[in-house]
């Protein structure tokens, strides 16, 4: 791949990935920029701290906003905002 | 500093010098202490990580100041994360602080203790009573998808379910030991903070019922979650955004050393960004170039060989338009995948806690 084109594909999984930062931000009525959460960074326990409410509460989210249903899914797919990327969008790991 | 447990390790426990504490890397070999890590519980000896306690009416005040994270209804009930940084957003140290009646208890990351006390006591404007407590205290860890069981068997099932960063001041074989819920790997974690002359007897306790992990296997696990490890992370004057810490700062505190800083190096979006990859037999050294499409992008923070994935695992530090998992970097000549994180997925997180 060119330069060109990794950076498109970046760009793509940086797309979706601040997507679901704003609608975790704006959901869960946090009081940090979506951007101060990195793709990378743990949802539960350590890290955005978010606790099994909050997950009912995104189950709800992502399935509005993508139209993605991930209440059988394993608790894996919250692992960090980049896993659910792959999720809500299955471009990401296809193209992966 | 050399641990305290020396005399309780094996006669062939391999040791190695980590800032300022000597620890061990190895007890029974990487491989078979990462497996028992990942699929049972390991007991960790965590000397290295320096206890400081903070006292006295301002206190609270100074650790508030100090910490990038928010302590200032910190209970003797609960503990947190943060890092600590200077006046220029870099990283100091991350810590564990605990909540205390008389102030905090600050734990160091492992071999950091020295860097962190000068710092405490180069920024007491409050006069706060910072003392070293690593001469009459110790930690001890238990991690694992089983850990909690391991905690019923050797002290008390009801502190197996403890929420995450709960805290209890509890007694052990009649002594007392302030134990917490807390975790670097993603799994089940527990920490155990005894007193000096106890700790040789919790160990062989523990052992009892699991084996010992040192911290090769523990560093290799944090990375497999992107739990930072300060001292592999930090080098070369990076900020927090480019570690990629955000989540152990709190910008919504309204002051604490470094916050100018990080606030200004998170606004002006300029640097570079931290990805995991995987990839290729070899092991690159920190500084190996990173190559994307032909171009030079960045360069190794860290890589290891993991034996989850059974291949190398590292992080690199590369331009933030390309920072995103699924991409073909090269390595010395070497094709690698940027990652999704977590790269190993805890087993705790399909193991309840019965």
Known sequence: MTIDELRAKAAERQQTCTQIKKMIVSRLDLEIEPDWITDDQPLFGRGLELDSLDVLELYVAIEAEFGVALYDSEMAVFGSVSRLADEVNPQLKAAA | MTTVLAHAHPGDTVYGQVGDASVPLRFAGLSAEYQVLRDRAAVLDLSGHRLIEISGPAAVDFAQRLLARDVEYLTSERCMMSLVLDDAGQVVDQVLAFGRENGLLLESSVGAGTRLIEHLRANNDEGVEITDRSGDLTVLGLEGPYAWGVVGRLIDGEL???????????????????????????????????????????????????????????????????????????????????????????????????????????????????????????????????????????????????????????????????????????????????????????????????
Do not use: C
């Open chain 2, 160 to 354: 197996a379910s403890l929420p995450f960063e709960a805290v209890s001041d509890t007694v052990w074989n009649d002594v007392e030991i302030i134990f917490a819920r807390t975790g670097f790997t993603g799994e089940y974690g527990y920490q155990m903070i005894v007193p000096i002359e106890s700790a040789a007897d919790l160990w062989r306790a523990a052992l009892e019922h699991v084996a010992a992990a040192g911290q090769e296997a523990l560093e290799l696990a944090m990375l497999e979650v992107r739990q930072p490890i300060p001292r592999l992370e930090t080098a070369g004057g990076v900020n927090v955004i480019e570690i990629g810490a955000n989540w152990l700062v709190d910008v919504t505190k309204d002051e604490f050393v470094g916050k100018e800083a990080v606030l200004a190096a998170f606004e002006s979006g300029q640097g570079r960004r931290t990805v995991g990859f995987s990839g290729g037999d070899t092991v690159p050294e920190p500084g190996a170039r990173v190559l994307a499409g032909g171009e030079d992008v960045g360069e190794v923070v860290l890589a290891v060989r993991s034996v989850g994935l059974g291949a190398t695992l590292g992080l690199a530090r590369v331009d933030a338009e390309l920072a995103a998992a699924g991409l073909e970097f090269t390595v010395e000549g070497v094709d690698v995948t940027t990652l999704t994180s977590p790269y190993i997925v805890p087993k705790s997180w399909s193991i309840p806690i019965i």
